[in-house]
């Protein structure tokens, strides 16, 4: 029976455990459609959590007072104020916002320059190759992530991304490494997999607590035909003459 307008609402037979709230359901629609509706649109105020119970065949939150003996409840439709939470108002999507969904995004965008710049420091950090860009199972993942997102092509990655990355690192490292009054450099040197040459120049110093530190300060074609230690040494100076005077 429902406790606000008396009226007998089979729950489904006589078996406790047959029971059902479809008719209870039919029963809110039918009477008070209105008021349902509202719930459902969270545009009504909803009585404090203290005061209230959740009906879990309605999914509506109502007060605990209005109980049945079916083990269900009605809202209750008085006039007198119930304490309430801050009302919840919905906002709706304009025209402009729907179609911004679906349009795509360019790289120009304030939005789409942070996906570039971490596509490109994945590229440096991990050693990978331009091509990987142009890889449909790239694009396609990264198209699951940013719909809107167009990946650049390796051209702008070669020759605008990187380097940008790399004149930011370069600055950083930098300021690093002005404080510090002595370090030791060490070298290494490695065929690429276009069979070129490069040398790195690592630098290691001690910090204010003293702690160890390297960082890598240059990577360099090593353009001589030997490996001797002249040459290197050679590379090396260049390399810290172009450090300091840069």
Known sequence: MCTFCNAKISHGGTDERNFTSSNFKKHLNAIYSREVKMFNLNIVSYPKSSDCRINTAAHLLLPSSCATTSNTACVPLTS?????TAIYKPTFHTIDSMFEIHTPLPSTRRRARPVTQLIGKMICLDMLPFRIVECEVFQNFISFLELRYTVCDRTTFSRTVI???YKRMENEVRKVLAPVET?????DLWPTQSCEDV???TCHYINDICEH???CRDVIPFLLARHTSGNILEVLKESIQTWTTN
């Open 183 to 187: 370090m030791s450099l060490t070298t």
């Open 199 to 201: 040398m790195s120049l």
């Open 213 to 215: 530190k390297s960082l």
């Open 80 to 84: 007198t104020p119930v304490a309430t």
């Open 163 to 165: 380097p940008d990355f």
